[in-house]
């Protein structure tokens, strides 16, 4: 007591709870000495040893005088004398102070009676260990102290031991439920309340005045008690059949008396009845609580996961297996303008309208959650959306199929709103479209206006001036070459690009670019080898103008990458409605460590940045973004300083 | 030479248009100058040109705005008109409008030459 330093033994709360607990005690184990039959000193039922437990369970140590004032003077006032009486205390405290003990250290304290695992080590600990204490050193006292008749010595342990397993069971659950008072009763509750232990107790008088001494009668009572007021209710109502049944079998009537030699061994049974009653409905209560726990810890793992689905900025939809409509979201609701109630239950096809781009309906196959249950695999769709009141929006779906043991049962759409990124990606491509009309205007004027001078019409020109005049000329088409480069980048970057596709001679298609490369290909003496396939015209189907910027770029490569008196071999065949393009020269080739880059965007092999410094580094790159947008493909092999070849596909009809 | 046809310039770009207006009367063509779609409407109509030469981004009215409008009129309904201009045919208005309206060629200006501006001229007016 002296470690605790907050204690103070001249506390008034202090000595006045000593005072009540010394007086609760003492009056209780009158009560139930009066009771006692075999020994003065050992009775049936011992209400103390719950009080004892309870007490010490909640107030800990510095009220242990209080148990054993109680306890002595009880004892010394009964039968014995002060050293007898004394013993017998030491071994009441001394019982309270193991069962409190044991139920902290064992059966989660004051939480004992929430858990069935805890009431059944209660019913252990409490029950039976700590009154074995009590019983043992009070019979020992009696026997010592030679208050104990010849032969009694077994009887009068097991009816103290009884008597205080009852206590322990009937009382200490009552005091422990009760301790803190925190309910707050409405009328309805305290007219059922009140109901119910009138209903206890004229069943406990039918019983136990041996009206229908059928014991078990009592139980469904006792479990309305526990199913509608927990382990508070059940406590009470244990009790007040308790006192109604010890009452009854002391006068003699009810169930247990009839087959019993004496009150003493009919008390016996009762405390046997009365405790494993005790114990049964601390079970069902026990169950009760964690089943409540259960659910409040559901409702509010559900609170979550709502609170979670609601704040989710996309709207959700969730179906079961034929499609009709379990689930929405508050996204869903705002995004559609469906209510909730009004969609749960329908088909998704009733009231999901889909429309492509040109405003024509997607049909119920292609519907991403249709594809999605077909193929167990998750789908996306873009297209618009019809809200409630008719109007259209453009609208990002995922659907996902819901999968359990390898069986459909639902499905899950995600509706992402992309009114936003339309808005931008028309913005890119009138940007794009402005852009390239404010480029091409002034290089246009240049070009024009160099070709108006070099025009003999306009009047002649000396050779320097038309020295001058050429290099103007041969400038500003690179810088038109640049532009336009740039601007198709930039398109196939915003998706502006789309395929106009028209039917092309290929060996003429391919001829005209070459005749473009003209000039070089006679300035470095180059040898150009051509094949296209044998026999017949070939004609094909493919947007001219991109397959131009292809073969374009990688004949200029070849021929501005090769050495003068190189060789470039230029091959364009259709094989099953794929073209292929092969570009070979046997010029500087890739250095080995770069090939991995030569498709980045800007990006220039080292050894040819010297051999052309005006070269970009976008030609490679610009092919394989048009080759993406057409469904086509490039690969490569070189060797410094040796050869390179490309290779296009291209898929065409 | 003779004049063979009156060519009408619906340009904003005063610089283009001189450079067209020169190459072409060298040629001797008789050339007419407009600086956006409304004066070139209103000229068209009045002056009745063998041919248009018809820029698209222009102010007051654009090139396809006015073509639409050309178009309605009976005359104009045949007019054989160019378009010359530095916006690439890939956008939805101005492909349907091209459907539409039925110019007898669709150029780039910085794909063509002056030289085959003439050509397609030539041909347009043979």
């Keep these: ?653 | 030479m003779g004049t063979k046809g009156k060519i009408l310039i619906i340009e904003d770009e005063e610089a283009i248009s001189k450079a067209l207006a020169d190459a072409l009367t060298t040629q001797g063509f008789e050339v007419i100058m407009a600086k956006n779609g409304e004066e070139g409407l209103k000229t068209a109509l009045t002056v009745r040109p063998g041919l248009i030469l018809l820029d698209i981004l222009m102010p007051k009215m654009n090139g396809l705005a006015m073509m639409d409008k050309l178009r309605a009129d009976a005359w104009g309904k045949t007019v054989p008109i160019i378009i010359l201009t530095n916006v690439s045919p890939d956008s939805n208005s101005v492909l349907n409008s091209v459907a539409a309206n039925q110019p007898a060629f669709y150029l780039v200006k910085s794909e063509v030459t002056l030289e085959g501006i003439i050509e397609k001229v030539r041909e347009v007016l043979k």
């Design chain 1, 1 to 653: 007591m002296g470690r605790d330093k907050k204690f103070n033994f001249f506390n008034w709360r202090y000595i006045l709870q000593i005072a009540i607990i010394t007086v609760v005690y003492y009056i209780s184990a009158k009560l139930g000495l009066i009771l006692a039959f075999v020994n003065p000193s050992a009775t049936a039922i011992w209400p103390p040893t719950g009080i004892a437990i309870a007490v010490l369970l909640f107030l800990g140590k510095p009220i242990l005088p209080a148990i054993f004032l109680g306890a002595f003077l009880a004892n010394v006032t009964t039968a014995g004398s002060v050293i007898t009486s004394i013993f017998i205390a030491t071994g009441n405290t001394l019982e309270g102070w193991l069962g409190a003990y044991l139920i902290k250290r064992f059966a989660k304290g004051k939480k004992v009676l929430q858990d069935v695992d805890t009431v059944l080590r209660f019913t252990f600990l409490a029950g039976m260990i700590a009154p074995s204490i009590s019983a043992t050193i009070g019979v020992l006292t009696l026997h010592w102290g030679g208050l104990l008749m010849t032969g009694a010595f077994g009887q009068t342990w097991l009816t103290w031991w009884l008597g205080d397993f009852g206590g322990a069971l009937i009382v200490a659950p009552l005091i422990i439920n009760w301790w803190e008072l925190k309910e707050k009763l409405d009328w309805r509750k305290v007219a059922e309340v009140v109901v119910m232990f009138i209903s206890i107790a004229v069943i406990g008088e039918v019983i136990f005045q041996g009206f229908f001494p059928f014991a078990y009668a009592a139980i469904p009572v006792l479990l309305w008690a526990v199913f509608r007021f927990g382990q508070r209710g059940g406590s009470a109502a244990v009790i007040l059949l308790a006192a109604i049944a010890v009452y009854h079998t002391l006068n003699g009537t009810g169930p247990f008396v009839e087959f019993s030699r004496s009150i003493n061994s009919a008390l016996i049974l009762l405390q046997i009845y009365l405790s494993t009653t005790s114990v049964t409905m601390m079970v069902v209560g026990a169950t009760l609580f964690q089943r409540k726990l259960v659910e409040e810890k559901l409702a509010h793992e559900k609170a979550e996961d709502d609170a979670l689905l609601a704040s989710i900025g996309d709207g959700i939809l969730a179906t079961d297996r034929e499609g009709r409509i379990i689930l929405v979201n508050q996204a869903f609701e705002t995004l559609l303008g469906w209510k909730r109630a009004e969609v749960i239950g329908k088909s998704t096809v009733q009231i999901l309208v889909m429309q492509n781009d040109k405003g024509a309906y997607i049909p119920s196959e292609e519907r991403p959650l249709k594809q999605a249950m077909g193929t167990k695999q998750r789908k996306f769709l873009t297209c618009y959306l019809m809200r409630k009141d008719g109007t259209k929006f453009p609208v990002m779906i995922v659907a996902t199929p819901v999968i359990l043991d390898g069986e459909i049962v639902g499905g899950i759409k995600i509706f992402h709103d992309i009114t936003k990124e339309k808005e931008v990606d028309k913005a890119k491509t009138e940007f794009v479209l402005l852009a390239s009309h404010q480029l091409r205007t002034p290089l246009s004027i240049v070009r024009w206006y160099v070709e108006l001078l070099g025009n003999k019409k306009t009047g002649d020109l000396n050779t320097k001036q038309k020295k001058y005049l050429k290099e103007i000329g041969k400038a500003s088409s690179r810088m038109s070459a640049l532009a336009e480069t740039l601007l198709m980048i930039s398109r196939l970057e915003a998706g502006g690009v789309t395929l106009k596709t028209e039917n092309i001679d290929l060996k003429s298609f391919v001829g005209r670019v070459l005749t473009e490369l003209g000039p070089q290909v006679k300035e470095k003496e180059l040898l150009i080898k051509e094949q296209y396939n044998q026999g017949k015209r070939v004609s094909l189907v493919t947007d001219p103008k991109l397959l131009n910027v292809i073969l374009q770029n990688l004949l200029s490569n070849a021929v501005k990458y090769t050495k003068p008196q190189g060789h470039v071999w230029v091959s364009a065949t259709v094989v099953n409605k794929e073209l292929i393009i092969k570009v070979k020269d046997d010029g500087y080739g890739i250095p080995e460590n770069e090939k991995s880059k030569i498709f980045t965007k800007m990006y220039r092999a080292s050894n040819i940045s010297e051999v052309d410094p005006q070269g970009n580094g976008l030609g490679l790159y610009m092919i394989k973004s048009i080759l993406t947008k057409m469904g086509g493909s490039i690969e490569f092999e070189s060797e410094e300083n040796k050869r390179s070849t490309f290779t296009v596909s291209l898929p065409v009809s």
